[in-house]
């Protein structure tokens, strides 16, 4: 008996080989600077290993899996079948071997995925952490359930990284605003949704005398600058040592990690700077259009409208956090099942779910 492929999962497949080759090799190519992260990750010279924080966390999943001692080649024909793997039972969309601009954007991501998940990395955790989030939605409980569970789980990750827990804050402080009637609801989602981070960061710094962006990101970027280990900083015109330079810098940062288009002005001669804010600007305009269709019509789609509220939320984090643009992206590849559900969901929406 002849068994027959679809065209969508014969792409699929097709794809996963031809980046499990580029996973295999990717050691080889990368210049050293890709694998500073690896290289804590694997020696712990610090002695770091522990079961808090991301660093932490991954050491001590490295050795317990005893993955560290593999070569990377044998870690990538490892991790990338398994987040592979995981994408393909979340859903391959009927479409996926047509080419247009989201596959496009999709089999990027792909490429991007078997490069960072090529090597010990916190990223891969990141996958098999915010992989559930889907398979909750697609479950058969209810929605409020899904959503509420789903809410609780985020917060739950903060154990790897501590900024986990405010895209629950975000996302629920979204959608208590996007019931006022604003002439531009979506625009005006977000805008307060960032007034929400820049209260937290103030706030934050009047009960422990430090904002939240100049204790991780500035710092973190002036440390890397100093080394010459770094050249797509995020860094703020605007010292963010007062109240107004910090809101400033929330903003600046969400800009520049979500809509780059200052950051390809600054690096207009770097070919591989440019591919990244061509593929993040794609991706965030895909999906602000979706939240807007979303946000028209909560009742009928308000389990997508939760999965972009999730996904925005952890954007405006990474106005806080990230400490440059190459580091966004790898990023949001950790999140990438997010990303990949929330721009096929009506390919793997069964039916319209009832109102809470």
């Given amino acids: 008996m002849k068994t027959l492929i679809k065209k969508n999962k014969a792409v699929f497949i097709g794809l996963f080989f031809c980046n499990l080759i580029i996973a295999f090799l990717t050691p080889y190519i990368l210049p050293e600077r890709y694998f500073n992260d690896t290289v804590i990750i694997v020696f712990d010279k610090h002695h770091e290993i522990g079961w808090f924080g991301s660093y932490p966390f991954a050491i001590m999943f490295y050795k317990l899996t005893g993955l560290r001692h593999f070569p990377f080649f044998v870690i990538a024909l490892i991790q990338f079948p398994i987040v592979t793997y995981i994408l393909y039972k979340i859903g391959v969309p009927s479409n996926f071997y047509k080419l247009n601009v989201k596959n496009g954007l999709v089999y990027v991501a792909l490429l991007l995925t078997g490069i960072y998940m090529s090597m010990p990395t916190k990223e891969f955790i990141t996958f098999v952490m915010f992989c559930t989030i889907p398979f909750i939605f697609q479950s058969n409980k209810k929605p409020r359930f899904k959503i509420i569970f789903s809410l609780i789980l985020i917060a739950c990750f903060s154990f790897f990284r501590p900024y986990y827990l405010l895209m629950p804050i975000f996302a629920i402080g979204m959608y208590v605003i996007s019931f006022i009637k ?37 710092n973190y970027v002036m440390n890397k600058i100093n080394k010459n280990n770094i050249n797509t900083a995020i860094v703020s015109p605007i010292s963010q040592d007062t109240w107004y330079g910090e809101a400033f810098g929330i903003v600046y940062g969400f800009m520049a990690v979500n809509v780059p288009i200052v950051e390809a002005i600054k690096h207009i001669l770097s070919p591989q700077v440019l591919a990244f804010v061509v593929w993040q600007l794609l991706i ?73």
């Fill in 182 to 218: 604003f002439e531009n609801k979506t625009f005006s989602t977000i805008f307060y949704g960032l007034l929400i981070a820049i209260f937290l960061s103030l706030s934050h710094g009047v009960v422990r005398g430090e904002y939240i962006s100049k204790l991780t990101r500035e």
């Fill in 284 to 356: 965030f305009y895909i999906l602000f259009v979706r939240f807007s269709r979303c946000l028209k019509n909560r009742k009928q789609y308000q389990l997508e409208l939760w999965i972009l509220l999730i996904l925005f939320a952890y954007f405006i984090v990474q106005g806080i956090f990230e400490p440059d643009l190459g580091t966004s992206i790898r990023h949001k590849i950790g999140l990438f099942p997010l990303i990949y559900f929330a721009l096929y969901y009506e390919n793997f929406r069964k039916e319209i779910q009832p109102s809470i």
